[in-house]
T-cell receptor, first 113, second 112 residues
Framework: DAGITQSPRHKVTETGTPVTLRCHQT?????MYWYRQDPGHGLRLIHY???????DKGEVSDGYSVSRSKTEDFLLTLESATSSQTSVYFC????????????FGPGTRLLVL | KQEVTQIPAALSVPEGENLVLNCSFT??????LQWFRQDPGKGLTSLLL???SQREQTSGRLNASLDKSSGRSTLYIAASQPGDSATYLC???????????WGLGTSLAVNP
């Protein structure tokens, strides 16, 4: 299994509070992604990174920011959490090569009350 | 805009059956197509990746085919087992910065 960890694995927070989710990889892959998964919507890309300090928006980026200061870490921040951000968040990595398979972390369950 | 559809949404079969899961996409200009498996409460695991120039890929009891012209892919599972019970997701890579477009998945239950 690819070396990807996410922390925390579960979190309950209140509306209006900031929340940061961490993704850590040991594979030295160039690309890292944050997705959210919701019933009826499937997986949706929030933000992705194509290198240290290089990030771009996905299809549902409003209300989220990201940072990547090191190859191995990709942080997702909810500046002011809302109930609509209750979801399961997945981090993924890929080496960007021809195969371009994405390897997924175990996910973080976030509940915003 | 690329859209990915998976039919059926759910499937229940007895153990030992051969089965086919379907994935369709609206734009044939794809870089590759991938099939993933997701177990309840877990992350996703890549099963097979088919490049746009390929017609099929095989791994054990799994065989995935790709027909770009018709915008279709199938995942064939031979001799299904209860351990195959999971949600199977199809994702298309349109080549745009390595982003994937996802289907909603087929939830498979294989009954002993």
């Amino acid at each position: 299994d690819a070396g990807i960890t996410q922390s925390p694995r579960h979190k309950v927070t209140e509306t209006g509070t900031p929340v940061t989710l961490r993704c850590h990889q040991t594979e030295n892959h160039r690309y890292m992604y944050w997705y959210r998964q919701d019933p009826g919507h499937g997986l949706r890309l929030i933000h992705y990174s194509y290198g240290v300090k290089d990030t771009d928006k996905g299809e549902v980026s409003d209300g989220y920011s990201v940072s990547r200061s090191k190859t191995e870490d990709f942080l997702l921040t909810l500046e002011s959490a809302t109930s609509s951000q209750t979801s399961v968040y997945f981090c993924a990595i890929s080496d960007g090569g021809l195969q371009e398979t994405q390897y997924f972390g175990p996910g973080t369950r976030l509940l915003v009350l | 805009k690329q859209e990915v559809t998976q039919i059926p949404a759910a499937l229940s079969v007895p153990e030992g059956e051969n089965l086919v899961l379907n994935c369709s996409f609206t734009d044939s200009a794809i870089y590759n197509l991938q099939w993933f498996r997701q177990d309840p409460g877990k992350g996703l695991t890549s099963l097979l990746l088919i490049q746009s120039s390929q017609r099929e890929q095989t791994s054990g009891r799994l065989n995935a085919s790709l027909d770009k012209s018709s915008g279709r892919s199938t995942l064939y599972i031979a001799a299904s087992q209860p351990g195959d019970s999971a949600t199977y997701l199809c994702a298309v890579n349109a080549g745009n910065n390595r982003k994937l477009i996802w289907g909603l998945g087929t939830s498979l239950a294989v009954n002993p």
